[in-house]
């Protein structure tokens, strides 16, 4: 993927996505390609990782997505099963009572939570 094609990606607004989340999307990505990038992705080189920014418009939140790079060649399900992911953005919780079957039911509250996702092991 070229330089432009990625600035393209980043710079587009998606369909539903309000101008205000729309622009703190585009300050936080650049706050992480300034400040957290160079650090984070050095480090993430020592492990033979590399690190992507990502964003969640829907669910009003971002993440930062860790991939070996020895998944860069891999298909997008295949590289998506050995990355991990560390997101922060909106879930629906249940609060309401535990039911017969041992789970949460309604009423529900919305939370923006941080999220942490690890195919390899499960989580």
């Known amino acids: 993927m070229s330089k432009r094609e990625l600035l393209q990606i980043r710079l587009?607004?998606?369909d539903g996505v309000k101008l205000p989340l729309y622009v703190?999307?585009?300050l936080a990505w650049q706050?992480?390609?300034n400040f957290v990038f160079p650090i984070l992705e050095l480090t993430?080189?020592?492990f033979g990782y590399v690190s992507f920014y990502y964003f969640y418009p829907n669910a009003?939140?971002?993440g930062i997505i860790f991939e070996p790079l020895s998944a860069q060649s891999f298909t997008?399900?295949?590289r998506a099963k050995s990355q991990i992911r560390c997101d922060w953005h909106r879930f629906s919780v249940n609060v309401g009572s535990?039911?017969?079957d041992g789970w949460r039911h309604p009423p529900s509250i919305e939370r923006n939570w941080p999220h942490f996702d690890i195919p390899k092991?499960?989580?």
Request: hydrophobic fraction near 40%; avoid cysteine.
């Open 44 to 46: 993430a080189r020592m």
């Open 98 to 100: 535990v039911g017969r």
């Open 31 to 33: 706050l992480f390609v």
């Open 12 to 14: 587009t607004r998606g």
């Open 60 to 62: 009003h939140g971002f």
């Open 121 to 123: 092991k499960g989580w």
């Open 76 to 78: 997008i399900s295949k």
């Open 24 to 26: 703190k999307n585009i």
